[in-house]
């Protein structure tokens, strides 16, 4: 188990040096290191850490890479083009209008993977999966880095958020597609809004429920900052764990007053389908993958 552990640690390692570079190096910045982990044929055991340090400092430039080649080109930054694609996400209401991710079709040479799109209220509600062409005018993705401040290049960087845009016009699309994950879970959101009507928490019962957080008042998320627990509105390993627990727990009771005794792996079933579906509910992100992996 150790030596697995620390051949699990190499390749990390590799990947947090990488990470740690002022600027993206070329693809062969780890071929010398990986030749000389060839080379040392005679102590295997720190050839093969070395080579697991290579081997994580080249996939995180090749992801890198692919990340940075999504980026918006400087020829079409202030320009305005023509982009058929569907919304990606659940759109946002701020003071300005609505904000939500945008998946392009095709944006003729450069493709980007998302767009952030920024709508003025004229243009009504957006709904999570419409298609719609858009003529957006394009900026790079930019951020103010302060001190123990926020990094919103950062941010725009792990979602492969490549340029924001700001809708100039629009035309809905009238093609339709089966109902998906992202749809169902707008439609729940809709029905929560509609249950709770103005409640002042509404926007904290969504976040639990589907992990859409944008509905919480600035005031609130302060205050929750404040007392230390901003972490308890983030569907994670918590919200997961009990409700999986419950599940789990449920079963095991009605299988055994039906079925016998041999409750135990009915009871894990349920657990981890419970957890899964309820990750998914959430958006599937980051901190729900790892509890359902763990």
């Given at each position: 188990?150790?030596?697995?552990?620390?051949?699990?640690?190499?390749?990390?390692?590799?990947?947090?040096?990488?990470?740690?570079?002022?600027?993206?190096?070329?693809?062969?910045?780890?071929?010398?290191?990986?030749?000389?982990?060839?080379?040392?044929?005679?102590?295997?055991?720190?050839?093969?850490?070395?080579?697991?340090?290579?081997?994580?400092?080249?996939?995180?430039?090749?992801?890198?890479?692919?990340?940075?080649?999504?980026?918006?080109?400087?020829?079409?930054?202030?320009?305005?083009?023509?982009?058929?694609?569907?919304?990606?996400?659940?759109?946002?209401?701020?003071?300005?209008?609505?904000?939500?991710?945008?998946?392009?079709?095709?944006?003729?040479?450069?493709?980007?993977r998302q767009i952030q799109v920024l709508?003025?209220?004229?243009?009504?509600?957006?709904?999570?999966?419409?298609?719609?062409?858009?003529?957006?005018?394009?900026?790079?993705?930019?951020?103010?880095?302060?001190?123990?401040?926020?990094?919103?290049?950062?941010?725009?960087?792990?979602?492969?958020?490549?340029?924001?845009?700001?809708?100039?016009?629009?035309?809905?699309?009238?093609?339709?597609?089966?109902?998906?994950?992202?749809?169902?879970?707008?439609?729940?959101?809709?029905?929560?809004?509609?249950?709770?009507?103005?409640?002042?928490?509404?926007?904290?019962?969504?976040?639990?429920?589907?992990?859409?957080?944008?509905?919480?008042?600035?005031?609130?998320?302060?205050?929750?900052?404040?007392?230390?627990?901003?972490?308890?509105i983030s569907i994670s390993g918590l919200?997961?764990?009990?409700?999986?627990?419950?599940?789990?727990?449920?079963?095991?009771?009605?299988?055994?007053?039906?079925?016998?005794?041999?409750?135990?792996?009915?009871?894990?079933?349920?657990?981890?389908?419970?957890?899964?579906?309820?990750?998914?509910?959430?958006?599937?992100?980051?901190?729900?993958?790892?509890?359902?992996?763990?």
């Amino acid at each position: 188990l150790l030596r697995y552990m620390l051949g699990i640690a190499c390749f990390v390692g590799g990947v947090i040096v990488l990470q740690s570079q002022a600027s993206l190096p070329p693809w062969w910045a780890a071929l010398p290191c990986a030749a000389l982990a060839l080379l040392m044929s005679r102590l295997r055991v720190l050839a093969i850490l070395l080579l697991l340090a290579s081997l994580g400092f080249a996939w995180a430039q090749w992801r890198a890479e692919l990340r940075m080649a999504q980026r918006i080109p400087a020829s079409l930054v202030g320009q305005t083009l023509a982009i058929s694609g569907t919304i990606s996400d659940l759109p946002q209401q701020n003071r300005y209008g609505q904000r939500f991710l945008f998946s392009p079709d095709s944006a003729g040479a450069w493709t980007p993977r998302q767009i952030q799109v920024l709508a003025d209220p004229k243009y009504g509600a957006w709904r999570a999966g419409e298609r719609w062409t858009l003529q957006l005018k394009l900026k790079p993705i930019h951020g103010a880095l302060n001190p123990c401040g926020f990094d919103l290049e950062s941010w725009y960087l792990q979602h492969n958020i490549a340029a924001i845009g700001r809708v100039k016009s629009a035309e809905k699309l009238a093609d339709r597609h089966p109902p998906s994950l992202l749809t169902i879970r707008a439609a729940l959101r809709d029905k929560v809004r509609a249950a709770i009507g103005s409640s002042p928490y509404a926007g904290v019962i969504i976040a639990l429920t589907i992990g859409d957080q944008g509905g919480i008042a600035p005031e609130q998320w302060q205050l929750y900052a404040q007392t230390g627990v901003t972490h308890l509105i983030s569907i994670s390993g918590l919200h997961i764990t009990l409700l999986a627990s419950l599940a789990a727990a449920i079963v095991r009771v009605v299988w055994r007053a039906s079925w016998g005794m041999s409750a135990q792996r009915a009871a894990v079933l349920a657990g981890l389908l419970s957890a899964v579906g309820y990750s998914l509910l959430a958006g599937w992100s980051l901190p729900t993958q790892r509890t359902v992996w763990m």
